[in-house]
């Protein structure tokens, strides 16, 4: 499989013309007609569909956020409005002769049957994943078999960016769980026929496993959630092991800098792998799959190279919603060309990039698909949700809030976010301290606390201290501080 076909060897303006054709395209024949929500959104705003002809008229389509998906109570709001959902009527209505007669075609020579099973298998949703831990129903993105071949493509297009060679054995600690970074990275291996051995990460092996199957399998390219991926190899260092095999780290669901993987790859030195490439990666649930840097030299980013052919970027001005041009700073907005499932069109991501998206070639690997800066962090207007990445996952603070105070034993508490061994690059943990009335049994509590947790955010507690009510009075300077300290974030801000 030659994960580019065609696109790698387009021009700038070849690349432009392709999207705008495939943008008109992807409106007229897939979103308006299927979408529930664009539907709506295109027929109450006056938008003729058919005069989105160009990547410059995606402007006149409002925008829409992650508080599209969340409403007021912080619950899922009509997930199924984003699913594309065609019956044959709108196809008759909406497709051009050119898809329509090979469809009539087929009825006559293969059956009704094989034209309903190839448009269903199409259209029906056949998975799923989740923002991780968001709301309390977190949001949902399906995938239908052709979502499902695009995760094939951008998988094997990111192996083919970091070079790696189809001999190479690969590690995958990305925690199993319903989100994207799993699944892109055994989709991307089973397409391109890699040999991937997928651990769960540390809540299903445990550190130790992981280590194990370091020791044993003697991977050239491991991946991970940076802190986790950290916290491996450096209790392997401390172990005194040796681990010689690594030339390459892909991280990904998180934030890298340059200065973590400087320091990552000083770790791995001291264990015998030396010119170690580590890279960043760029993905969102919204946008069923991610984004990689190729190989550069130490201390710089190539940035995350684009998918033309499946999505467009704009960099819009955060405030004004103003598009930005080519290498300008602004906030990331995503829209889908070639999605079925869930679909999204101007989607903004609430990331701020510094540098924008270039259509300059690569100059470390030559290609001219357009990269997108890797100098991203969270904008400010997320932050209305209080949400913050705690162990690589994304997490609404106030979830700690509203499951702690349905504990009727419990009379104050606080949560403390610090770094292990309070090293910035190491892994985030979780305290809790928490005063109990009288006669509590300490010991099911913290199950219990431990348990429902878990289940709000998808982050366990590493611990939970009891602590008297003068202390907690203290730590929350409830007597001294104009606003109680409830959530202590002793983190490096990054
Ligand atoms: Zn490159």
Redesign the pocket.
Known sequence: MNPWKNIASLSKDEIRSLQNRKLHQFINQYLYPFSPYYKRLFDSNKIDPAQIRTIEDLKNIPSISKQNFIDASGQTSNPLDYILQPDEKKIRQSWPASKLIPLALNKIIKGPEFVKDALEREFRPNFITFTGGTTNRPISFVYTEHDIKNLYVSGSRMLD?FKIERTEKIVNMFPYAPHLAFWQVVFGGLASAYFILSTGGGKVMGTEGNIKVLLQVRPSVILGVPSYVYHVIRTAREKGLRLDSIKKVILGADKVTEAFKARLRSELAAMGSKDVFVFGTYGFTEARCAWA??PTAPGVS?GY?LYPDKEIFEIVDPKTGEVKKEGEDGEIVYTSLDSRGSSVVRYRTGDFVKGGVTYEP??????RVG?LSSDITRISNVKDFNLSKVKGQLVNLNHFDQTLTAFDQIKEWQIELRKKNNDPFDVDEVVFYICVKEKTDKIQLEKDIKKSILVATEVTPNEVIFVSFDEIVNRLELETASKEKRILDKRPKS
């Not at 690569?362 to 290609?367: A, M, N, S």
């Open positions: 960016i840097e190729c190539s190279h690569c100059p470390y690997c030559g290609l990269r």
